[in-house]
Structure formats: structure tokens, C-alpha cells
């Protein structure tokens, strides 16, 4: 599978390109397909931030014998981003930042390095490894942060794409006597120590989703 992405910084879309019966996997239904691509799979409305449970909602989309294109984009207004997998080093997603992936990427929600965290529960994040291509998701803009040994920094939840599982990171409480969720990262911040990579979102999609409720009870 290849991507090219369009519409950067604001209004991501990726183009996620086909071979003859390649698989691509995605946590929304997508835009437009190229004729010939089939589909299985209804993930619930909104993609992957209407998830629940364990489970990923999903959808899987195979090129015919011609090769094809899935095009896919946020559910909010946002970038996209891709990162290759080589097969040996993962990353932690979290759940609603999964916009689509190559059928040899596999995502976990009860990965054990997360048991510290979640005590076995499923939590907002999600182990990914494999080989190819991941894409992300993010609402707003996209940054990247490049974490050299001895260097560290703190990440609202709400505000975390992904990380390399090579970082090393703690959950903790943002404020004291501030609700706090572990399956949506509601009230919890990440403090990660370098060397790593973390990638964020300039905008909480939690925030933005509740001035939009706000707003529409006015």
C-alpha cells in the first residue's frame, strides 16, 4: 500500500493506493474508492471515536485484479499523517487517532505494556506493529516531537496522536480533584523521557466536541 495525502494542515485526506488484491484497513468509511475495490465491515458512525468495548470498528477495503484507491479523511478538520512501520519497532496509538492501516499492520488494545496504565483494562491507547503504513489522524494541526536522551516532556492527553513504544512515558492525573477516564484520556497528561518520537494535535477533539454541544444548545 501506498499513501498520498492532500488537502494538508487543515483538511487531511489520504489516498491510500492499491496493488491487485492488496487490503487496506480503515476506522471510517471512505470517501471514494476507484471501481472495482470491495468493501466489508460497517464501523459505527463518527469512525474510531464512536468506539467501544475492545473492539475496533473497521472497515476493509481489497483491490481487484487491477489494483485500486480507498481516499480517507478525519472526522474533524485536521491533518494526516503516515508512519512506516519496519516490522520491528511499534507505537501506541491513541484509539481515535487510527484513520486507516496496511492489512499486515496489527493494532492491540490490551497490549501488556499498557497494563501498568490500564491495570488489563482496555484504555485510549492502542499498540500497533507490524510492516507498512499506519495513517493518523489529528484535529488541527500536526507536531512531531523529536526527543533526544535526557530530554523530557509532558502531553495532555487529549492532545496525543502517538508515540514510539521505545519512549519511555507515565500515566498520570493533569489535576487534583479533576474527573478523570482511562478509556478516553479524559483528565491525564504523559510525561515521556527521550530518546523518541511523539506526535500531537493542536486541538483536543474532546473540547471541540463539547463547545459544538454547547453551542447547539444555544
Same mark, same amino acid.
Given at each position: 500500500?501506498?499513501?498520498?495525502?492532500?488537502?494538508?494542515?487543515?483538511?487531511?485526506?489520504?489516498?491510500?493506493?492499491?496493488?491487485?488484491?492488496?487490503?487496506?484497513? %480503515?476506522?471510517?468509511?471512505?470517501?471514494? %474508492?476507484?471501481?472495482?475495490?470491495?468493501?466489508?465491515?460497517?464501523?459505527?458512525?463518527?469512525?474510531?471515536?464512536?468506539?467501544?468495548?475492545?473492539?475496533?470498528?473497521?472497515?476493509?477495503?481489497?483491490?481487484?485484479?487491477?489494483?485500486?484507491?480507498?481516499?480517507?479523511?478525519?472526522?474533524?478538520?485536521?491533518?494526516?499523517? %503516515?508512519?512506516?512501520?519496519?516490522?520491528?519497532?511499534?507505537?501506541?496509538?491513541?484509539?481515535? &487517532?487510527?484513520?486507516?492501516?496496511?492489512?499486515?499492520?496489527?493494532?492491540?488494545?490490551?497490549?501488556?505494556?499498557?497494563?501498568?496504565?490500564?491495570?488489563?483494562?482496555?484504555?485510549?491507547?492502542?499498540?500497533?506493529?507490524?510492516?507498512?503504513?499506519?495513517?493518523?489522524?489529528?484535529?488541527?494541526?500536526?507536531?512531531?516531537?523529536?526527543?533526544?536522551?535526557?530530554?523530557?516532556?509532558?502531553?495532555?492527553?487529549?492532545?496525543?496522536?502517538?508515540?514510539?513504544?521505545?519512549?519511555?512515558?507515565?500515566?498520570?492525573?493533569?489535576?487534583?480533584?479533576?474527573?478523570?477516564?482511562?478509556?478516553?484520556?479524559?483528565?491525564?497528561?504523559?510525561?515521556?523521557?527521550?530518546?523518541?518520537?511523539?506526535?500531537?494535535?493542536?486541538?483536543?477533539?474532546?473540547?471541540?466536541? &463539547?463547545?459544538?454541544?454547547?453551542?447547539?444548545?444555544?
Amino acid at each position: 500500500m501506498q499513501v498520498r495525502s492532500r488537502h494538508p494542515s487543515s483538511f487531511g485526506v489520504a489516498r491510500l493506493v492499491l496493488t491487485a488484491g492488496e487490503v487496506a484497513r %480503515t476506522g471510517c468509511e471512505a470517501m471514494a %474508492t476507484s471501481y472495482g475495490v470491495t468493501s466489508s465491515g460497517s464501523p459505527r458512525h463518527g469512525g474510531m471515536r464512536a468506539l467501544l468495548g475492545d473492539s475496533f470498528p473497521e472497515s476493509t477495503y481489497t483491490a481487484g485484479p487491477q489494483g485500486g484507491w480507498v481516499d480517507v479523511a478525519p472526522g474533524l478538520p485536521g491533518d494526516v499523517h %503516515t508512519i512506516e512501520l519496519d516490522g520491528g519497532t511499534g507505537w501506541c496509538v491513541a484509539r481515535d &487517532s487510527w484513520l486507516a492501516a496496511a492489512g499486515t499492520v496489527r493494532l492491540d488494545t490490551r497490549w501488556q505494556g499498557f497494563q501498568p496504565m490500564f491495570g488489563g483494562q482496555a484504555g485510549f491507547l492502542a499498540h500497533v506493529t507490524g510492516q507498512g503504513q499506519l495513517v493518523l489522524a489529528c484535529c488541527g494541526a500536526l507536531d512531531v516531537h523529536e526527543l533526544r536522551s535526557g530530554e523530557f516532556v509532558t502531553i495532555d492527553a487529549g492532545h496525543l496522536v502517538a508515540y514510539v513504544d521505545t519512549a519511555r512515558s507515565r500515566l498520570r492525573q493533569s489535576e487534583q480533584g479533576r474527573s478523570q477516564s482511562l478509556r478516553t484520556g479524559a483528565g491525564l497528561v504523559l510525561d515521556f523521557a527521550g530518546p523518541g518520537r511523539v506526535v500531537t494535535q493542536t486541538r483536543n477533539p474532546r473540547r471541540l466536541s &463539547s463547545w459544538l454541544h454547547a453551542a447547539g444548545g444555544h
